[in-house]
């Protein structure tokens, strides 16, 4: 996965712009993982509440429609802790919040896990959901490791002057 990530963060700095970038992150992220959804939230300064900004897998219309506050939501709640999560039944979390603009089932089982770290100026956070029940998603590992790879595709934006 690790090499995986790497030609991700190449292709991110051949990216023209902020919604390439994005795109590029979904879309690859979403290959990699073998996931349902990738969705990237980015934080909105003036409001200070994390925005959808791209996503593979939800309804694309939802781009820009959901926000989520700090503490908000499994975004919101990784951005709140400053740390990965990996939940086998989300839903059942007591910051789970379903948003019916994504048009998501509300019961489909997501994971999600903030993947961009809080030292990236835009605030961004990563949310990974599928719907394959049993085992959680990341081994302890991968969950330990993933702000590694993950910082080199913020980094890589933040150095590159794109932002919201």
Request: hydrophobic share 35%; aromatic share 4%; net charge positive.
């Amino acid at each position: 996965m690790l090499g995986s990530l790497r030609s991700i963060v190449q292709e991110v700095n051949a990216a023209r712009d902020l919604s390439s970038v994005l795109d590029i992150i979904v879309r690859r992220v979403r290959d990699v993982m073998q996931t349902k959804v990738c969705s990237v939230y980015l934080l909105d300064k003036q409001s200070g509440n994390y925005v959808l900004m791209a996503t593979q897998g939800l309804n694309q219309d939802s781009v820009g429609q959901v926000h989520m506050a700090p503490g908000e939501g499994l975004v919101g709640n990784v951005a709140t802790r400053e740390e990965p999560i990996n939940l086998e039944h989300a839903e059942a979390h007591p910051a789970f919040q379903y948003f019916p603009a994504t048009g998501e089932a509300p019961m489909t089982p997501p994971r999600s896990a903030g993947v961009i770290g809080p030292s990236c100026e835009l605030g961004g956070r990563m949310s990974v959901r599928s719907t394959t029940p049993g085992a959680p998603f990341w081994t302890r590992k991968e969950v330990t490791a993933s702000p590694t790879p993950t910082s080199r595709i913020a980094s890589s934006v933040t150095k590159r002057g794109l932002s919201r």
